[in-house]
């Protein structure tokens, strides 16, 4: 249902939506200023900040962590969630309620907690390698988001076409490949794209678990921020607004999934 | 707990789903079932559930003194967390902080869900598009740019200063300024639910009003706003949990004056290594946040069980 919005409300939303696309703007706007230091509005103009921090080794290395990590967790969580999913919407089990809650508890205890505890416990382990020690803590919050998209397709496809296949002599291999991936498939890319960016931004699990050599981005951008004042901090800001606008466009347009799943 | 239900995407089946999905109940299918559950329950019990109980546990385990630490029941941390005036100060005022993120972020968010769920198709997708797109921006970004908002060369100085107003106190490294992002942060966690609730008033309801004479300001409180509830009781605990659990916009904000929980328990088990410590304030984190969460379901669902059975 639609209707006309009267004027005075439709100024408030005006101004939110200004406020609310701001603070992404000012970074990009303050990157292409050719002064060494940050300043607004920006003086002059330059693309030599996007040169700076492209080349910089550590940035580079940095994101080269933030992108393995982002891609071997999705992997994981995939690997993890999608049968899980599908025990959960198709089958009924004693501890199923159980199992529920805890492949969603991840969303329920805060990260930084979460984060804690893994480095409490592995240190209790004696465990080392940062990298490994992410990639659990990725892996852990990952698979809600998973379990929830992948639930989401297979509760909207009809077990009786599984059923058919049955009866017609397939075995489960053959239904998994035949049936039930093709009416899934959507779930389980806005599941692994989901996965993808959760893993990529996190601060949260990362700050405790990190070493100097497995250092993701968001860190390094935290880092940065306290230590150095050029527009060069605002350009790598600006790349990563970028980043996430590419995604939006990939979500909704190239495969039409409905941006604001992702906060639901 | 509800389970089908729960999932996003279900709610448009409506009643025929969990039929469909009750549709197997033979022992092949419980075994079927746990075996495709089982390597994601052993890995989240052994790298999710362990270390969280440990940690909550270790509150209670161990206390710490003079860089000595010592086994044994104890209820020390806690002790200090509340009897020490700077803790119990932090502990306050992230208290005092989430309520007010939630508060805000409802106010805020309320002409926007409404533009959201009543607006022309065009306008509700730019207003969706506008406030998810930021949520896919790193949260360091996001408060960076707020920090070059509200510095005191930032665009707001910059903006009094073309107004003649010279020399306006800066505001980054208040409370104010961790306000501000945190309801930026976590307005879409406000906003969709509520949109949600938004469309499911019948609009007959408001057109009844209408004839009955009520005018504007009592359609919103009598009728608009009761029925908007559900959405409330979603967005407001969930903006209250995020925002007292939040490590970066604190800390880029309120720089070193005004640190909330998250950046004390940093600052406990990182520089102090009191891990003991910590892990207590960790788990008065998981209380806090546990228990909005709990009011909001328990007592909040059933007024609005009355309230929307009136309607």
């Given at each position: 249902m639609s209707e006309r919005i009267p004027w005075p409300l439709a100024a408030v939303v005006a101004l939110l939506l200004l406020i609310i696309v701001a603070p992404l703007v000012v970074p990009v706007a303050m990157s292409i200023s050719d002064t060494p230091y940050i300043v607004f509005p920006p003086e002059g103009f330059t693309l030599e900040w996007y040169g700076v921090i492209l080349t910089d080794p550590e940035a580079q290395a940095s994101?080269?962590?933030?992108?393995?990590?982002?891609?071997?967790?999705?992997?994981?969580?995939?690997?993890?969630?999608?049968?899980?999913?599908?025990?959960?919407?198709?089958c009924r089990f004693p501890g199923r309620?159980?199992?529920l809650a805890l492949v969603l508890g991840p969303l329920v205890v805060p990260l930084i907690v979460t984060g804690v505890g893994l480095l409490q416990f592995f240190s209790m382990l004696g465990m080392r390698g940062a990298f490994l020690q992410l990639l659990i803590g990725h892996t852990v919050v990952c698979i809600p988001y998973v379990v929830r998209s992948v639930s989401g397709a297979l509760a909207t496809a009809d077990p009786t076409q599984e059923d058919a296949a049955r009866v017609l002599g397939a075995g489960p291999l053959r239904i998994f490949t035949r049936v039930i991936w093709p009416q899934i498939r959507p779930g389980v890319v806005a599941g692994g794209i989901f996965a993808f960016i959760i893993s990529f931004d996190d601060f949260a699990i990362s700050m405790w678990?990190?070493?100097?050599?497995?250092?993701?981005?968001?860190?390094?951008?935290y880092a940065a921020i306290q230590k150095f004042f050029d527009p060069s901090i605002a350009a790598l800001s600006a790349l990563m607004v970028f980043f996430a606008l590419g995604l939006v466009l990939l979500i909704e347009k190239g495969l039409g999934i409905g941006v604001r799943r992702i906060a639901g | 707990m509800t389970c089908v239900l729960q999932f996003p995407g279900c709610r448009r089946l409506g009643p025929a789903l969990p039929a469909a999905s009750l549709h197997r109940v033979t022992s092949a299918a419980t075994k079927a079932g746990w075996l495709l559950a089982i390597p994601a329950v052993l890995f989240l019990l052994l790298c999710f559930v362990a270390p969280v109980a440990q940690t909550l546990w270790l509150g209670f385990g161990a206390r710490t003194d003079a860089g000595v630490m010592t086994y044994g029941f104890t209820f020390e941390n806690y002790r200090r967390a509340f009897a020490t005036d700077l803790y119990w100060r932090?502990?306050?005022?992230t208290a005092k902080m989430a309520t007010w993120a939630a508060c805000v972020a409802a106010i805020v968010g309320f002409p926007l869900a409404w533009v959201v769920a009543r607006g022309r198709p065009w306008l509700s997708r730019l207003v969706t598009l506008t406030l998810v797109t930021p949520l896919l921006v790193n949260v360091v970004v996001r408060s960076?740019?707020?920090?070059?908002?509200?510095?005191?060369?930032?665009?707001?100085?910059?903006?009094?200063?073309?107004?003649?107003?010279?020399?306006?106190?800066s505001i980054l490294y208040t409370e104010a300024a961790v306000l501000i992002a945190s309801v930026h942060v976590f307005l879409p966690f406000m906003v969709l639910p509520l949109a949600g609730a938004i469309a499911?008033?019948?609009?007959?309801?408001?057109?009844?009003?209408?004839?009955?004479?009520?005018?504007?300001?009592?359609?919103?409180?009598r009728i608009i706003l009761p029925l908007s509830l559900p959405g409330l009781a979603v967005g407001l605990p969930l903006v209250f949990s995020l925002t007292a659990a939040a490590y970066v916009t604190p800390q880029i904000l309120g720089g070193n004056f005004s640190p909330l929980l998250g950046t004390l328990i940093q600052q406990q088990v990182l520089t102090l290594h009191d891990w003991p410590f910590g892990a207590a304030l960790s788990t008065l984190l998981v209380a806090m946040v546990l228990a909005v969460n709990l009011v909001f379901i328990g007592i909040v669902g059933r007024r609005l069980r009355r309230w929307t059975a009136v309607a």
């Open positions: 994101l080269r962590v933030s992108l393995e990590l982002a891609f071997l967790a999705t992997l994981l969580a995939l690997a993890l969630g999608i049968p899980c999913a599908m025990a959960l919407v198709r309620g159980a199992v678990l990190a070493d100097a050599r497995s250092f993701p981005l968001p860190l390094f951008l | 932090i502990l306050l005022r960076y740019g707020w920090s070059a908002i509200l510095s005191r060369n930032g665009l707001i100085s910059w903006t009094l200063g073309g107004l003649g107003i010279e020399d306006p106190p499911r008033i019948p609009p007959s309801a408001e057109q009844a009003a209408t004839i009955a004479g009520a005018g504007p300001v009592q359609r919103f409180w």
